[in-house]
């Protein structure tokens, strides 16, 4: 790291400690200050639009995001709200934003903001239609490993970790460790929350930098249903214990045609709520495993209904205090699949570099590849061209929405299966995908052309000079075109 930027984080970080102190004296009084206080911190570093939002939310008694910030002053650990400020808002959000930026203009191909892995393929539980539970005891990454992916991509501009598994606190002492040595990191990992207890508490806040997504969803009958029962008992449980020591957390739900109902409930969020979850990570079944089933997957009309709920539960007058994102419904704010390193890719436990979490296909690995060599790899380097996989953002993904494209980049990328139990042919995969394509595709339509949608500013590789001539030549069949016939 450069000495001014040592000089200038040292200087936010006084300078936020003192705000703060002032804050805690009367929250409420104090929040706009706070907010004017912090657009002259950063002024410079983040677009003044954002402050002047802030301020307005802020100001505002009756608006939810308030009630929100207020939550997080009151709740939560303040060496942990300093510290992921330092780590997500400065390291990540700004110096890094800078790098990975520089480095895509660079090296011409996706770099990444976020990368996934699994420290190991163990785990307690064995929850339907996740594939981790097949994995068994059999995979993990060394420390030496693990720190290696976070030194290789902080020089990338990578400073925002999350770690999947398997159940990633079989390993929670050698993740505090590493969290501890990278400050400059911020960590949240996906847990089941079996393990959580007392002393992980205190050294979650004492390192500051991690945060935690609980796996639970909806009721104790819809939760237990798929991860066993006992499940949501000892779920709550932790989040009582998490809430006691004002740990940062959130949940993590993953909704199928049998849970929507019960994971979008006003009682079950107001639930979430009151237990202390600041965020709510929200994911599609998707129909990786040999032994998944594609009738979990949501229905045309379910998907339908999570993308207009996610506008009514995130509304700053009607909406819940909580930070809720849906990473299949709102790629419309991030210009399609953020996969392939566009946004994220993600490790798994045996060191396969994959392109998604739910992509279990892979030509590179740590132990043979640098984090580099993978972004440029042929099948990292079939999601940089063929991104994004439909300008309809209701169709980002190229399994889900557009199975086609996932069959043509991994057979022409020579990509090969890297689930650990049992091979999937890409066949095999996409073709569960082709029914909820087909029916979802118009249905998606005429939902696209009638709502209004924010412009990502997002530059795609067909955007490039290189892409433009490489286009130049194309007849027209692709989505990706500029000549595309349904333009």
Not at 13 to 26: C, G, Q, T, V, W
Not at 270 to 299: C, Q, R, W
Request: hydrophobic share 30%.
């Amino acid at each position: 790291m450069a000495q001014s930027h040592k000089v200038q984080k040292h200087a936010i970080r006084l300078a936020l400690h003192e705000i703060l102190k002032y804050i805690d004296k009367n929250p409420d009084k104090n929040l706009e200050k706070l907010a004017n206080n912090i657009s002259s911190i950063f002024s410079g570093l983040f677009p003044p639009e954002n402050f002047e939002k802030l301020k307005l939310a802020v100001a505002d008694k009756d608006n939810v995001w308030r009630n929100y910030g207020l939550s997080l002053i009151n709740d939560i650990d303040r060496n942990v709200t300093e510290q992921m400020l330092m780590s997500l808002g400065i390291d990540a959000g700004y110096y890094g934003t800078k790098a990975v930026r520089e480095n895509r203009e660079k090296y011409h191909c996706n770099i990444p903001f976020i990368i996934l892995f699994d420290p190991t393929s163990a785990c307690n539980l064995k929850c339907k239609g996740c594939w981790a539970a097949e994995y068994g005891h059999k995979q993990s990454l060394s420390n030496e490993e693990m720190q290696s992916i976070v030194t290789q991509g902080k020089e990338l501009g990578t400073h925002f970790y999350m770690l999947t598994g398997g159940e990633p606190l079989i390993r929670k002492n050698d993740i505090i460790e590493l969290a501890k040595n990278n400050r400059d990191a911020g960590f949240v990992i996906y847990t089941n929350a079996t393990l959580i207890d007392q002393k992980f508490c205190e050294e979650m806040n004492e390192a500051g930098n991690i945060g935690l997504a609980l796996s639970l969803e909806g009721t104790e009958e819809s939760n237990d249903w798929r991860r066993g029962e006992g499940a949501y008992k000892r779920t709550l449980e932790a989040m009582d214990l998490l809430k006691k020591n004002k740990c940062l957390f959130g949940i993590s739900v993953c909704y199928t045609r049998k849970n929507i109902e019960f994971v979008t409930s006003d009682e079950f969020m107001d639930i979430i709520i009151e237990k202390g979850a600041k965020y709510s990570l929200m994911f599609n079944y998707m129909p990786v495993g040999h032994d998944a089933d594609k009738e979990l997957i949501p229905t045309p009309e379910q998907r339908e209904y999570m993308y207009k709920w996610l506008k009514k539960v995130r509304n700053s007058k009607t909406g819940k205090p909580i930070f809720v994102m849906d990473f299949q419904n709102d790629a419309e704010y991030v210009g399609g699949c953020i996969a392939g390193g566009r946004n994220y890719f993600h490790i798994n436990s045996a060191g396969d570099i994959e392109p998604c979490v739910f992509i279990h296909y892979s030509d590179t690995n740590i132990r043979t590849h640098t984090l580099m060599e993978a972004l440029k790899s042929p099948l990292f380097t079939q999601y940089y061209k063929n991104q994004p996989f439909n300008d309809n953002h209701l169709r980002p993904c190229p399994m889900l929405e557009n199975p086609e494209y996932l069959r043509k980049m991994v057979k022409e990328s020579g990509a090969h299966s890297s689930d650990l139990i049992h091979e999937e042919s890409v066949d095999e995969l996409c073709d569960k995908c082709v029914d909820f394509a087909s029916a979802w595709a118009p249905e998606a339509e005429r939902i696209w052309t009638s709502t209004k949608h924010r412009d990502t500013h997002t530059q795609y590789y067909r955007d490039t000079e290189e892409g433009k001539k490489e286009f130049s030549g194309c007849n027209g069949c692709c989505q990706n075109c500029s000549k595309n016939s349904d333009e």
